[in-house]
């Protein structure tokens, strides 16, 4: 109020004194605060727009009112304060802190992750300024940057439990789960090491080694342990390769395995290879062989990485399955009327892929065992596909699909499968293809099925009746 007086008795006589004015607006401003504090906000927030009509200390100013409208809920207000403050300093540190949160806050994320970068920029070693950035990073998918940050403010702050934990959280999101399983996996870990031995033996020392997809560095270190002096091993997951190349170190094998951090199409010869490979070791068959990409990478790599007659390790994969009647995996995969409603619409929503624990989930078989397709992967070019096949029904049942499971063949003599009677707790599940609807089926019957792949899924499903 008092700002207002002066200002019209300003003008009015032309002679307003600099400094009295000053005091009155220092007052205002004063007063404001003192509101502030004791929670009279709407007497806060208009001493602040006083003092700022009259471009009193904006850069102390905005960021009182800023906050004041934040905390009130009025962001848009807020955000055009913030604004304001960085039009006059773009480097001032808690403005960039406030509206990267206010951004945040509103879901504006890719926004806030620049607004924290900013920030950064300002104060690269600040703790806090890693920390927002980390968790926006997280919030807007850029995973592998947000683990950089949080393990950066950990080095800092290495007791940090908040840290520590969001660097756990955020490692088994990048990381799946399998892995350690896989590892501990010791009827495939050797397997494998019986074909990269048998392939290293028949290639000489000499030979150069492709590894596609190093994970902990398990299956370079074999092949470096058998011999092999010139193993580069790719990895497309920034935090699995830093890993890996620490234990590949640790175990003392730095010298002949040099871990790759990048995906294998975007590896050259001449740059990340000396030369092309004789020999490619690649476990990347997910549980239904094809989720991971197996045959752009296999293609890719005979196209680009490989001499002509390389040894690629596994040569072959296979799905096999069988017919199965389950009221668990039922439960999964279908559903009816629920408290007295027909809930079978959702049915087409439903997951046509279980993963099934083998040993662990009950079920039943009504078919014997078939090979539902076979990957030749020493093959330079893969065609999607589909077959008809008829399945001899042996037991009456309803059918809720075919389990699937795994062979595969990794050199001459050396398979591997993870069929469902006797394999559990590996890094393979089983999995179910379940029918878009239960099925009927007595022995003796013989089921049609279609059965292929597009190239990264396998295709699985009843043959239409009228075919
Ligand atoms: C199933 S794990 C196998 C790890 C290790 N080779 C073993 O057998 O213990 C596959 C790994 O390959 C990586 N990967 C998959 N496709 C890749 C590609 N085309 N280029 C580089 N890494 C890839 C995944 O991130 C994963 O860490």
Redesign the pocket.
Known sequence: MMIAQKRSAGPQTGKAPIGEHLLDVRKVLSDAMTDHWSGNAAAAEDGYRRVLNQNYRPIDVLPLLAKLLSNRGEIQDSLRHWDRLLALDPRHLSGLLEKGLLLHRANKLALAVDCFARAKAVAPDNALVMTNLAVALADVGRRNEALTEFQRVLELEPNNLHVQHQVRRLSSLIVPS??VP??NDTPR?DA?EKAIVAAVAQHGDHARVL??????G???MMAARSGAKRVVT????PV?AETAERIVEQNGYGQNVRVVN????ELNVGEDLDERADIL?????SCDLLG??VLD?FEDAHARLLRPNATVIPRAATAVGCLVASDVLARHAFVSEVSGFDLSPFNALANQHLPVHGTMTSWRRLSGDFDLVTLDLTAKRHEGALRKQSVPVLEDGVAVGIVQWMRVDLAEGVTFDNHPDTYADG?WLQVLHSFPQPIDVKAGDELELVIGHDRSSLIVVPAPHDE
């Open positions: 399998w892995h896989m590892m870990n494998f590894e596609i997809g190093t994970g902990s398990l299956l370079a790719c990895e497309s997951v699995i990048k995906p294998s199409n070791i690649s476990e990347i068959l991971e990409k990478t890094g």
